[in-house]
């Protein structure tokens, strides 16, 4: 399945729901920033918080996480736009831990129960605003939910998921729901029934569902309807070589000169996509002559 999201709604006006499968951009960015398994499911799920929180939050521009918690994994950062793009990184990629008592990878440990969840709404124009919850659990999906409650005032329901096997990443994604004025204690009762029952959310999508399938299968009771067609999603980085030169261009003419005499070259890695530029000898010069 290709990686997309898709918004829909109940037709009894009760809840709302916002749905992503996002395997092959985990898998991306696993390759990418060459992840362990622990950071690897942790990045996942957290870029399938910032597309599901994207969608939610903005209509323009972009949304970005910073998950900030005491544990080994160090900071983990997701920016995403409502038109599908994503990226993201976390600050140790190597950090490894055992399973947890659960059998999975365990990202709460990785991240940290303590700390903070910083979500920055930039709407394309005018001032970004930034909002602050403590960690529920570090786990992501409790961390994003406990904003939602907090900022919104709104019951809602995150899950985010990230199933890897030795060959990486196999399935990843996740769903919010969002409660509506008109719901009802059934409405409750009805979705947490359903969330017993329906496994996992990569289970699913390793039957071979749809996201309408699979949206209907964990809403069975409720009439879904699509409020979009699917939109594809995928990894993309705002970084360039352009954008690096445009960097070195700032420097005095005197540091550039003298970048270019002492190593020979100057580089930069991109901390969000990994990609590494390079401006050899005489490109520096070129630069120092031109400032
Ligand atoms: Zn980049």
Same mark, same amino acid.
């Given at each position: 399945?290709?990686?997309? &999201?898709?918004?829909?709604?109940?037709?009894?006006?009760?809840?709302?729901?916002?749905?992503?499968?996002?395997?092959?951009?985990?898998?991306?960015?696993?390759?990418?920033?060459?992840?362990?398994?622990?950071?690897?499911?942790?990045?996942?799920?957290?870029?399938?918080?910032?597309?599901?929180?994207?969608?939610?939050?903005?209509?323009?521009?972009?949304?970005?996480?910073?998950?900030?918690?005491?544990?080994?994994?160090?900071?983990?950062?997701?920016?995403?736009?409502?038109?599908?793009? &994503?990226?993201?990184?976390?600050?140790?990629?190597?950090?490894?831990?055992?399973?947890?008592?659960?059998?999975?990878?365990?990202?709460?440990?990785?991240?940290?129960?303590?700390?903070?969840?910083?979500?920055?709404?930039?709407?394309?124009?005018?001032?970004?605003?930034?909002?602050?919850? !403590?960690?529920?659990?570090?786990?992501?999906?409790?961390?994003?939910?406990?904003?939602?409650?907090?900022?919104?005032?709104?019951?809602?329901?995150?899950? &985010?998921?990230?199933?890897?096997?030795?060959?990486?990443?196999?399935?990843?994604?996740?769903?919010?729901?969002?409660?509506?004025?008109?719901?009802? !204690?059934?409405?409750?009762?009805?979705?947490?029934?359903?969330?017993?029952?329906?496994?996992?959310?990569?289970?699913?999508?390793?039957?071979?569902?749809?996201?309408?399938?699979?949206?209907?299968?964990?809403?069975?009771?409720?009439?879904?309807?699509?409020?979009?067609? &699917?939109?594809?999603?995928?990894?993309?980085?705002?970084?360039?070589?352009?954008?690096?030169?445009?960097?070195?261009?700032?420097?005095?003419?005197?540091?550039?000169?003298?970048?270019?005499?002492?190593?020979?070259?100057?580089?930069?890695?991109?901390?969000?996509?990994?990609?590494?530029?390079?401006?050899?000898?005489?490109?520096?010069?070129?630069?120092?002559?031109?400032?």
């Amino acid at each position: 399945m290709k990686d997309g &999201v898709l918004k829909a709604i109940s037709s009894d006006g009760t809840l709302r729901a916002v749905i992503a499968t996002t395997t092959h951009l985990s898998e991306d960015a696993r390759l990418r920033h060459n992840l362990s398994f622990t950071a690897a499911a942790a990045l996942g799920r957290a870029l399938t918080a910032g597309v599901l929180l994207s969608q939610i939050l903005a209509k323009d521009g972009q949304v970005a996480l910073k998950f900030q918690g005491n544990g080994p994994l160090g900071k983990v950062m997701v920016d995403a736009s409502p038109r599908g793009t &994503v990226r993201g990184f976390v600050e140790h990629p190597d950090i490894e831990l055992p399973l947890n008592s659960l059998g999975n990878f365990d990202v709460g440990s990785a991240i940290g129960s303590t700390g903070y969840l910083h979500v920055t709404i930039d709407p394309g124009f005018g001032q970004p605003h930034t909002s602050t919850v !403590e960690l529920a659990s570090g786990e992501v999906g409790e961390d994003v939910n406990h904003f939602l409650v907090n900022s919104d005032q709104t019951g809602s329901l995150v899950v &985010v998921g990230t199933h890897l096997s030795k060959n990486g990443v196999e399935a990843a994604g996740g769903l919010i729901i969002q409660l509506l004025p008109d719901h009802t !204690e059934e409405t409750i009762c009805r979705i947490e029934n359903n969330i017993s029952t329906f496994g996992t959310f990569t289970f699913l999508m390793k039957r071979g569902m749809t996201l309408e399938e699979i949206l209907q299968r964990i809403l069975t009771g409720f009439e879904i309807t699509p409020l979009t067609d &699917v939109k594809p999603l995928s990894f993309v980085c705002k970084c360039s070589r352009e954008r690096f030169v445009e960097a070195l261009k700032v420097l005095p003419s005197s540091e550039i000169i003298s970048m270019a005499e002492e190593d020979g070259q100057a580089e930069g890695r991109c901390q969000f996509c990994n990609e590494l530029y390079l401006v050899e000898k005489e490109g520096l010069l070129d630069l120092a002559r031109e400032s």
